[in-house]
Nanobody
Framework: QVQLVESGGGLVQAGGSLRLSCAAS????????MGWYRQAPGTQRELVAS???????DYADSVKGRFTISRDNAQNTVYLRMYSLTPEDTAVYYC?????????WGQGTQVAVSS
């Protein structure tokens, strides 16, 4: 059974930073493409950042230069380091795993940025 467990969300002031973690189990993690998505109230879920098994990264324009995605294959964990947070970054952040047509989601972790 595949499980994705996110942690690290919380309330932070504008300009602050947070690190999200997502621990995966039950699947071949190192071959998987991992992503972080977010969804604010009344909006569609959007891709924030992704990283392939080979370490190739991609970022939404809105977070380039502020967020960094990384992975530790030995720990089956993907991270999202977020800097210079703004209220517009407030959302539920979801971890996503894709592998050969399979698609899994974590339960989400709330990030709230106060002005």
């Amino acid at each position: 059974q595949v499980q994705l467990v996110e942690s690290g969300g919380g309330l932070v002031q504008a300009g602050g930073s947070l690190r999200l973690s997502c621990a995966a189990s039950g699947i071949h993690f190192s071959l998987s493409t991992m992503g972080w998505y977010r969804q604010a109230p009344g909006t569609q879920r959007e891709l924030v950042a992704s990283i392939t098994g080979g370490g190739v990264t991609d970022y939404a324009d809105s977070v380039k230069g502020r967020f960094t995605i990384s992975r530790d294959n030995a720990q089956n964990t993907v991270y999202l380091r977020m800097y210079s947070l703004t209220p517009e970054d407030t959302a539920v952040y979801y971890c996503n795993l894709r592998l050969i047509g399979l698609n899994y989601w974590g339960q989400g972790t709330q990030v709230a940025v106060s002005s």
